[in-house]
């Protein structure tokens, strides 16, 4: 695992980040956490980590962590995963080995058998399902968990989305950029832990509003 890099987007998760990371040193790759400058909490927790490397945001935003991390990639392989330990790292080892064909590797936590969640609930269930409908109807992307970005690909297929969103609307324009520039993706179950402390950084209603919004553009472009 050494051509991989985890980008993982940090945002106050002084509760969380340390302990995940201690899960991480069973795998032997590189690990960027991208996170905001005013975060002094969780960077005063981890700035001793020597097996890190620290990225400070120049702008805030969980879309700007991904693409400012995506920038500052090396290695031939990068994966983006969570700060709060919810996105399990036992699947890296599998999306490797299916990503030497493949651009991409997407995760499904409702993709059957082994896919799950202890961290949705009723409106973000309802609210993926519809957008992921809207997402295979009017944009062809075939996948079943359009907002959940555990991801694994190529370094250069990344770069060459050109990703611009700076919130969580990245998290449709990943995909339907993917689909549009032909990139070759598959997609594999992969069951959600609960987060290990601290709160959702998601606002079910302004994030949702805006994700809409953002497939209405891609829409029509």
Do not use: W
């Not at 051509?3 to 980040?17: A, C, G, H, R």
């Not at 202890?118 to 409106?123: L, P, Q, R």
Request: net charge positive.
């Amino acid at each position: 695992m050494k051509n991989l890099t985890l980008i993982i987007p940090t945002k106050k998760e002084v509760e969380s980040l340390p302990i995940f990371l201690k899960e991480l040193k069973n795998y032997k790759c590189q690990k960027m956490i991208v996170m905001q400058k005013e975060d002094i909490a969780t960077f005063d927790e981890i700035k001793k980590i020597k097996s890190i490397k620290i990225v400070k945001q120049k702008r805030n935003g969980y879309g700007n962590a991904l693409i400012e991390g995506i920038k500052a990639t090396k290695t031939k392989y990068c994966c983006i995963i969570n700060a709060d330990g919810s996105m399990n790292p036992k699947y890296l080892k599998k999306m490797l080995a299916l990503c030497e064909k493949k651009d991409l590797i997407f995760t499904s936590r409702y993709q059957k058998p082994g896919g799950g969640s202890e961290d949705d609930d009723i409106t973000t269930s309802i609210g993926n399902f519809l957008f992921t409908l809207f997402g295979n109807v009017f944009f062809k992307l075939n996948i079943s968990d359009i907002l959940f970005t555990y991801i694994l690909g190529k370094t250069k297929s990344f770069k060459k989305m050109k990703l611009s969103r700076h919130d969580f609307r990245i998290c449709v324009e990943l995909p339907i950029k993917a689909k549009r520039l032909k990139l070759e993706y598959a997609c594999i179950p992969s069951y959600e832990r609960a987060r290990i402390g601290g709160k959702k950084k998601v606002n079910p209603i302004k994030d949702g509003f805006l994700i809409l919004t953002e497939m209405i553009r891609l829409f029509f472009k």
